[in-house]
């Protein structure tokens, strides 16, 4: 989770890079607030963003929101069926549900963020202890993917749980929205638009990442994106997490090095941990 706050709205236009997990921007500001759209597609307030986005925006004045990223297993049971986003980017409200503005309401009345946190770290237990987890093999599947970095074949996944390729394929598929090798190409995405951002050139990149050449990189990146690996290297503080916390710790307040000039706060939740180092909420099941 991450929490971004500053005394007077101001005004933000970034792209937001795809990232490995479900995310939930809960905007908390007064007035107009925030404005988005990916592919075409536009909405205005509080949303949830799939894998693999594309070309998401985000611009408005913006005075708090929170960040909430999920590991993608999580997020199907906490949100149940919506979860299958997918690419796409859909309105909180209507993936939430009919409690949306009591959510928001709450975490709009809380006194600090370490509050704030601890609310929604309760309402996401309460969700899933209503909604059943994902397959074991997908569960299974989806970490062997991240902890190899995006380096994995699907066949030997398949081979690891027991399950055809097209088995595993079709389940996953239809629990987490996205196919495993394109899964696969997003974890390997997001190592190497962490390594961009922290500075080591495309070349290099390309070979620490497993991509065949700068040119191979250079499309997947503009592929998951729309920008190029130049660019990504730029990504704002909300989208490229050690970026905007160099070396901190959870629940340290740091100061933002993207152009909002928010002073963002993160926690992990009681009985949960860091995903290496970034703000993803996973859990055991």
């Not at 905007?27 to 925030?34: A, E």
């Not at 074949?153 to 239809?174: C, I, P, T």
Request: a positive charge.
């Amino acid at each position: 989770m991450a929490g971004f706050s500053q005394h007077v709205s101001a005004f933000v236009d970034m792209a937001m890079v795809a990232h490995p997990s479900v995310t939930l921007l809960i905007d908390l500001s007064d007035g107009d607030g925030i404005v988005y759209g990916a592919r075409g597609r536009h909405g205005h307030g509080s949303f949830v963003v799939g894998l693999a986005p594309g070309d998401l925006r985000v611009a408005g004045r913006v005075g708090a929101c929170l960040q909430i990223r999920l590991e993608p297993a999580v997020a199907a049971a906490v949100l149940g069926p919506s979860a299958a986003l997918g690419g796409r980017v859909e309105s909180f409200e209507d993936v939430w549900g009919r409690e949306t503005e009591r959510v928001k309401d709450a975490l709009r009345a809380a006194g600090s963020w370490d509050e704030r946190f601890a609310l929604a770290a309760d309402l996401l237990r309460r969700r899933m202890a209503d909604r059943a987890p994902v397959d074991p093999e997908v569960a299974h599947t989806w970490r062997t993917t991240l902890a190899g970095r995006g380096r994995v074949r699907v066949d030997a996944l398949a081979e690891q749980v027991g399950w055809s390729r097209k088995r595993l394929s079709a389940r996953f598929h239809a629990q987490l929205g996205i196919t495993p090798k394109r899964a696969a190409r997003l974890v390997r995405f997001d190592h190497a638009a962490h390594l961009l951002a922290g500075g080591l050139a495309p070349a290099s990149v390309a070979f620490e990442s497993g991509y065949v050449d700068q040119s191979h990189l250079h499309r997947e990146v503009r592929a998951f994106t729309g920008l190029t690996p130049t660019a990504v290297a730029g990504a704002p503080w909300l989208a490229i997490d050690e970026v905007a916390w160099p070396g901190s710790s959870p629940a340290r307040p740091m100061g933002s090095t993207g152009s909002a000039g928010a002073a963002p706060r993160r926690m992990a939740p009681p009985g949960r941990a860091w995903n290496r180092g970034r703000t993803a909420f996973t859990d055991a099941r």
